[in-house]
């Protein structure tokens, strides 16, 4: 009975975390950029009291063991990157990335960094920006006479120029990784690559699978509402099962304490 209050305290601190991590999704239902987590259980270790195969006696095996389970606990907890809803805004500095690959990005620390959100400025010395000030990397500055920029689905960009001119002012890097799931998030729609993500492997948009350019664009936040109260449902179920597990094992325990 010890131990079915133990498994059960896992299980409610398992489920605590996927109630955490669902909130935290609703939270950002409206996140530019954003893209929604998972979580990953694993069952914890168990005691072999009659392992598979034992000699049960002279000549003769047992089919099957007995093995109690110690409860449970959260393997892992990352972000999905499936691509989330096109919103317009037909702003000329907002970019949504169609398909795979991140926006690289300089922060004002120096930090390299990703993200997916689009949502770009020009700052003072007309350097393309993040409202948080990370510059894009390479570097593209529209000229102070510029009317406005275009972007192609490749990532090159023209600048209108005073006289019915366009000029090339820079070309869009994307950046992939063998594993998005390993990028580590930093807030703000920042990701930064780990040893898990492996090293960054940039390329021009649409080609060798990377995504294309929308200008006038940003990518919506690919949060489900609907499978998230599912979920939401579903894991205050399971947390009520596991309090319930302990009120059961507490009343069997008081039942043999009170034997008289």
Same mark, same amino acid.
């Given at each position: 009975?010890?131990?079915?209050?133990?498994?059960?305290?896992?299980?409610?601190?398992?489920?605590?975390?996927?109630?955490?991590?669902?909130?935290?999704?609703?939270?950002?239902?409206?996140?530019?950029?954003?893209?929604?987590?998972?979580?990953?259980?694993?069952?914890?270790?168990?005691?072999?009291?009659?392992?598979?195969?034992?000699?049960?006696?002279?000549?003769?095996?047992?089919?099957?063991?007995?093995?109690?389970?110690?409860?449970?606990?959260?393997?892992?907890?990352?972000?999905?990157?499936?691509?989330?809803?096109?919103?317009?805004?037909?702003?000329?500095?907002?970019?949504?990335? +169609? *398909? $795979?690959?991140?926006?690289?990005?300089?922060?004002?620390?120096?930090? !390299?960094?990703?993200? =997916?959100?689009?949502?770009?400025?020009?700052?003072?010395?007309?350097?393309?920006?993040?409202?948080n000030g990370a510059k894009l990397i390479p570097e593209i500055t529209v000229p102070p006479n510029a009317a406005g920029i275009s972007v192609a689905g490749n990532g090159e960009v023209k600048a209108a120029l005073p006289g019915g001119q366009e000029a090339v002012i820079g070309q869009i890097q994307l950046v992939t990784f063998l594993n998005e799931e390993g990028l580590s998030a930093a807030g703000e729609g920042i990701l930064t690559a780990t040893a898990a993500s492996g090293a960054p492997l940039q390329g021009?948009?649409?080609?060798?699978?990377?995504?294309?350019?929308?200008?006038?664009?940003? +990518? *919506? $936040?690919?949060?489900?509402?609907?499978?998230?109260?599912?979920?939401? !449902?579903?894991?205050? =179920?399971?947390?009520?099962?596991?309090?319930?597990?302990?009120?059961?094992?507490?009343?069997?325990?008081?039942?043999?304490?009170?034997?008289?």
């Amino acid at each position: 009975m010890i131990r079915a209050l133990s498994s059960a305290s896992t299980g409610l601190e398992a489920q605590q975390a996927n109630i955490e991590r669902i909130s935290n999704d609703l939270a950002n239902v409206n996140t530019d950029g954003y893209k929604r987590g998972r979580i990953e259980f694993k069952d914890l270790m168990y005691e072999t009291i009659k392992a598979p195969g034992g000699q049960l006696g002279a000549g003769s095996t047992t089919p099957v063991g007995i093995q109690q389970g110690m409860g449970v606990r959260v393997g892992a907890n990352h972000k999905v990157f499936e691509q989330g809803p096109a919103r317009m805004t037909y702003h000329q500095m907002d970019m949504m990335i +169609e *398909g $795979s690959g991140f926006f690289p990005i300089q922060m004002p620390s120096g930090e !390299i960094a990703y993200t =997916r959100t689009g949502a770009f400025h020009r700052d003072p010395s007309g350097k393309i920006v993040l409202g948080n000030g990370a510059k894009l990397i390479p570097e593209i500055t529209v000229p102070p006479n510029a009317a406005g920029i275009s972007v192609a689905g490749n990532g090159e960009v023209k600048a209108a120029l005073p006289g019915g001119q366009e000029a090339v002012i820079g070309q869009i890097q994307l950046v992939t990784f063998l594993n998005e799931e390993g990028l580590s998030a930093a807030g703000e729609g920042i990701l930064t690559a780990t040893a898990a993500s492996g090293a960054p492997l940039q390329g021009v948009p649409g080609e060798n699978g990377m995504g294309t350019v929308l200008q006038g664009a940003l +990518e *919506g $936040s690919n949060v489900n509402v609907a499978n998230s109260m599912v979920e939401l !449902i579903q894991t205050q =179920r399971a947390y009520e099962m596991n309090t319930k597990v302990m009120s059961v094992a507490d009343q069997m325990m008081s039942a043999t304490a009170n034997i008289k």
